[in-house]
């Protein structure tokens, strides 16, 4: 199905409205998210990514509504060429370890080299809830750190 156009009633406002099966979070931070924002900000500043996503899974989970506890990454950089899988996950960890040791529950990596996203842009897809969340007390001393 292609995209329709439509248009405003201004003369410079033309608007690309796709199915929502082509829908993709926008890049922007958001004001509401701000450990999502930390996460993108942190990221962004270490490693100067081609290609970056963040994307909060919590709502996937046993926590309460609107938690940013449980995140999934897709990091792409020259910084990773010639380093192995391993590597690039603690760097990443490293970059974020604030916010493991204190708000986020969770964190999903996937860390390409450009070379890699070229040849697989693809995002992981992250495995359904099993519900063990539910009764790990960490989660909520966390997601309460997260408050203060």
């Given at each position: 199905m292609l995209p329709s156009v439509s248009r405003c009633t201004r003369?410079?406002?033309l608007s690309v409205v796709r199915?929502?099966?082509?829908?993709?979070?926008?890049?922007?931070?958001?004001?509401?998210r701000p450990v999502e924002t930390t996460i993108r900000t942190k990221l962004t500043e270490k490693f100067k990514p081609d290609h970056l996503e963040v994307h909060n899974e919590s709502h996937m989970h046993a926590v309460p509504p609107g938690s940013e506890s449980?995140?999934?990454?897709l990091v792409v950089s020259?910084?990773?060429?010639?380093?192995?899988?391993?590597q690039r996950h603690r760097l990443v960890n490293e970059a974020l370890k604030e916010e493991l040791s204190s708000r986020v529950h969770a964190l999903a990596i996937q860390a390409k080299t450009p070379e890699q996203w070229g040849v697989d842009?693809?995002?992981?897809?992250?495995p359904s809830c099993?519900?063990?969340?539910?009764?790990?007390?960490?989660?909520?001393?966390k997601l309460k750190a997260g408050r203060e």
């Open positions: 003369p410079i406002c199915p929502l099966a082509h829908f993709r979070p926008p890049m922007d931070p958001d004001p509401n449980h995140f999934r990454v020259t910084q990773f060429v010639g380093l192995p899988l391993i842009p693809a995002l992981g897809k992250s099993m519900g063990g969340s539910k009764n790990d007390r960490t989660v909520e001393e």
